[in-house]
T-cell receptor, first 113, second 113 residues
Framework: NAGVTQTPKFQVLKTGQSMTLQCAQD?????MSWYRQDPGMGLRLIHY???????DQGEVPNGYNVSRSTTEDFPLRLLSAAPSQTSVYFC????????????FGDGTRLSIL | AQSVTQPDIHITVSEGASLELRCNYS??????LFWYVQSPGQGLQLLLK??????LVQGIKGFEAEFKRSQSSFNLRKPSVHWSDAAEYFC???????????FGAGTTVTVRA
């Protein structure tokens, strides 16, 4: 009963490095999304996907790329890490239906030096 | 676009006392409303949701919330708080025309013995 799995749990990068945060769900959910959580700002939507092959930008997409080649996986790529991207990143998935809640992973804590 | 305001950044409550967390939303049509709880170092767990019907919604862990359209509010309540309720609580609103959620900034609850 894995749900939404995020890897890694912690990561430290240097400015300018690139990396991919992994997200996988085993619930066959169509909708997946990435959020970042910063103190006093709640969760802000970075990118989302309504199905395989379909992605779109959220509220704060700059500096991030996503792809959705399968229903299960939704990786988030940092192209050139900046200190402003230091944050906790959450992946979520949800089934079809507007009233269905999102299921969250445990997060990736990312520090950019 | 929808938005959420949680007026209280931090609330301290004694164990056994009642708790009420405020949430005000902005959205032109009937919203989909959610309360999530986040324990330290964890992801977000759904407490309850509202999308139609009875305006008093029961959730897990003894929580309830009341939807008041006239006040654009969806306040969360618990009659008697336990030490394990210490966490951060997020209110979120979803629109009827897409899958995206907008989160409030969160309210941190501290429970004193």
């Amino acid at each position: 009963n894995a749900g939404v799995t995020q890897t890694p749990k912690f990561q430290v990068l240097k400015t300018g490095q690139s990396m991919t945060l992994q997200c996988a769900q085993d619930m066959n959910h169509e909708y997946m999304s990435w959020y970042r959580q910063d103190p006093g700002m709640g969760l802000r939507l970075i990118h989302y996907s309504v199905g395989a092959g379909i992605t779109d930008q959220g509220e704060v997409p700059n500096g991030y790329n996503v792809s959705r080649s399968t229903t299960e996986d939704f990786p988030l790529r940092l192209l050139s890490a900046a200190p402003s991207q230091t944050s906790v990143y959450f992946c979520a998935s949800k089934p079809q239906g507007r009233n269905q809640p999102q299921h969250f992973g445990d997060g990736t804590r990312l520090s950019i030096l | 676009a929808q938005s959420v305001t949680q007026p209280d950044i931090h609330i301290t409550v004694s164990e056994g006392a009642s708790l009420e967390l405020r949430c005000n939303y902005s959205y032109g049509a009937t919203p989909y409303l959610f309360w999530y709880v986040q324990s330290p170092g964890q992801g977000l767990q759904l407490l309850l949701k509202y999308f139609s019907g009875d305006t008093l919604v029961q959730g897990i862990k003894g929580f309830e919330a009341e939807f008041k359209r006239s006040q654009s509010s969806f306040n969360l309540r618990k009659p008697s708080v336990h030490w394990s309720d210490a966490a951060e609580y997020f209110c979120a609103v979803g629109a009827s025309n897409d899958y995206k959620l907008s989160f409030g900034a969160g309210t941190t609850v501290t429970v004193r013995a």
